[in-house]
């Protein structure tokens, strides 16, 4: 396994501290994956032509213009000036094509700017204040977002995109077949463009919007039954849960593709 340590050293201008890593893959010839979590941060992916994963971290220049405000705002003791003792870092680990990014202090304040393998499958989460874009990669992608907007465009293969407070697009060029998808978001617009001959069942629920597509969406009848749940012989629950959400199909059914929101509306497009 091959470890990079970075240590990022902020600037005393008002400019983003960055700095820039790559790292070699141990099989360049095979599918990466990348994994990055966030306390808080952006994270952006892009498809590069290369075979290694280059990734660059940007300190956002807000966080020290706030401290420069607490000293205006007179809590440093006369005579005193604030000394910039540096960024938060990151570590990287490669271990058999599989690529984490583990910043330093859980996470925070650190936004990514990373460049992978068109072939690369990535596991991105974030939570205050960041928004999350993918462009250009082919491979499985599990992103979650809480308090931001999460952009995958020119993507292939099969998604699972979430967010709480924020808007979801997701661009498909490609679908990997017989395979589930899912595209959710408590507050926010979910937006989704399909391939014309994608093949799938849809199951779309709204509490508070509407649903629209320019695919021939054939409707199931009304399925809204109670599903039974009995894990007594296992130890578990007896549960009966109700599924709010209507079934419809396109090109003649598949996989399931789950479509969720709160507030907002769901746009299906045929691309």
Known sequence: MKRVSILLIAFAALVAAQDKVTVPLSNPSQPATLKAHLISGSIT????????????????????ERG????????????????????????????????????????????LVIQVPVNTSVELKTINGGHIDVTGLSGDLDVENVNGPVTLTNVSGSVSAHTLNGSLTVGLDRVTPDKPMSFSSLNGKVDVTLPADVKARLRLKTTNGAVYSDFDVKMEPDASKPVVEDGRG????????????????????????SFQTMNGSILIHKK
């Open 45 to 64: 992916v892009t498809a590069g032509s290369g075979s290694q994963v280059v990734i660059e971290s940007q300190e956002a220049a807000r966080e020290r």
């Open 68 to 111: 420069r405000n607490r000293d205006r705002d007179g809590n440093v003791p006369p005579g005193m000036h604030r000394i910039d003792a540096g960024a938060h870092g990151f570590n990287v680990e490669e271990d058999h094509n599989v690529v984490t990014v583990i910043p330093d202090l859980g996470g925070q304040n650190v936004s």
């Open 234 to 257: 296992q130890g578990g629950k007896y549960r009966i849960r109700m599924d709010r959400g209507v079934y419809g199909s396109i090109n003649g059914g598949g996989p399931e593709y």
